[in-house]
């Protein structure tokens, strides 16, 4: 009607062509491409109105490639409105499922494992032999130099799970309260200190947790101080020592025993004061909100 040339229509009409079939098979700008290679061939040498038939052609293979996906654009528009991909949420967890396995909580679990050990070696062969005794002292102590290193492994390179908060004074507890009932048992230390230090440890960490809904009673210089006397007295305990070392690992653990009840008053002090400031604060905040 306009005189545009049938070469021209053809190709148009070949690029809408080839870019429909092109939309089936070749996704995004591999689509565009095919479409103008086909318009190019159904037109050579087509004037203005050819290669007005090719852009039309291609818009048309845009439009149609974009019909064909639409996954790719769905996953698109949710990046751009910030939520991400499912496969990446997953990724994620597993990621944080396989931060358990850090070297922080592998610390941790070598101290539990080393609990069984120390008591079967502190026990073998009547639990008087030095050979064992010395053997027992260095589980112990691999057992007491781990727990230095974990926890400022943990806090230092941002690998603290919650598996590490249950075990890990668990596994304080255990090579501690293990070392000081086979002694007792053994009658080589009395049992009111161990029932003393027991008692003590106990008790802080169920005060711990019932005042964890207020707030979290921080270690103090003193409790680190406590931690230190124990583990020194502890382990001369378990070595075989005779003459003036006898003598001076009873004041070691003299010490100990002071430092241990000192600092469990000071812990029932801060978790009387941590109750009645989170108490007044909550008081605080219903009357606000009331107002």
């Given at each position: 009607m306009t005189g545009v040339p049938a070469s021209a229509a053809g190709g148009s009409s070949g690029a809408?062509?080839?870019?429909?079939?092109?939309?089936?098979?070749?996704?995004?700008?591999?689509?565009?491409?095919?479409?103008?290679?086909?318009?190019?061939?159904?037109?050579?040498?087509?004037?203005?109105?050819?290669?007005?038939?090719v852009r039309h052609g291609g818009t048309a293979g845009e439009a149609a490639a974009g019909g064909a996906v639409p996954g790719e654009d769905a996953g698109l528009d949710a990046q751009d409105d910030g939520k991400a991909p499912r496969g990446a949420k997953i990724a994620a967890a597993a990621v944080n499922q396989a931060s358990v396995w850090n070297i922080a909580n592998l610390l941790t679990m070598l101290r539990l494992v080393?609990?069984?050990?120390?008591?079967?070696?502190?026990?073998?062969?009547?639990?008087?032999?030095?050979?064992?005794?010395?053997?027992?002292?260095?589980?112990?102590?691999?057992?007491?130099?781990?727990?230095?290193?974990?926890?400022?492994?943990?806090?230092?390179?941002?690998?603290?799970?919650?598996?590490g908060k249950i075990a890990d004074p668990i596994a304080d507890k255990a090579i501690m309260g293990a070392a000081l009932i086979c002694l007792s048992a053994l009658g080589d230390l009395p049992w009111w200190v161990t029932g003393i230090i027991l008692g003590r440890e106990l008790g802080i960490t169920l005060l711990r947790f019932l005042v964890i809904?207020?707030?979290?009673?921080?270690?103090?210089?003193?409790?680190?101080?406590?931690?230190?006397?124990?583990?020194?007295?502890v382990g001369m305990y378990v070595l075989a020592l005779t003459g003036w070392l006898a003598t001076l690992r009873w004041w070691v653990m003299a010490a100990a025993v002071v430092l241990t009840v000192v600092t469990g008053l000071d812990y029932v002090k801060q978790?009387?004061?941590?109750?009645?400031?989170?108490?007044?604060?909550?008081?605080?905040?219903?009357?606000?909100?009331?107002?």
């Open positions: 809408r062509r080839a870019a429909a079939s092109a939309s089936t098979a070749v996704p995004g700008k591999v689509a565009e491409a095919a479409a103008a290679r086909s318009a190019d061939g159904g037109a050579p040498g087509a004037g203005p109105s050819a290669s007005s038939g080393l609990v069984p050990g120390f008591v079967a070696l502190m026990l073998a062969d009547g639990g008087y032999d030095p050979a064992w005794r010395s053997l027992a002292w260095a589980a112990f102590a691999i057992a007491m130099i781990t727990d230095l290193f974990d926890g400022h492994l943990a806090r230092t390179y941002n690998l603290v799970t919650d598996f809904r207020y707030g979290v009673i921080p270690a103090s210089r003193g409790g680190k101080l406590k931690t230190l006397t124990q583990g020194v007295a978790a009387i004061v941590l109750r009645r400031q989170g108490i007044a604060e909550r008081k605080a905040a219903l009357e606000e909100k009331e107002a």
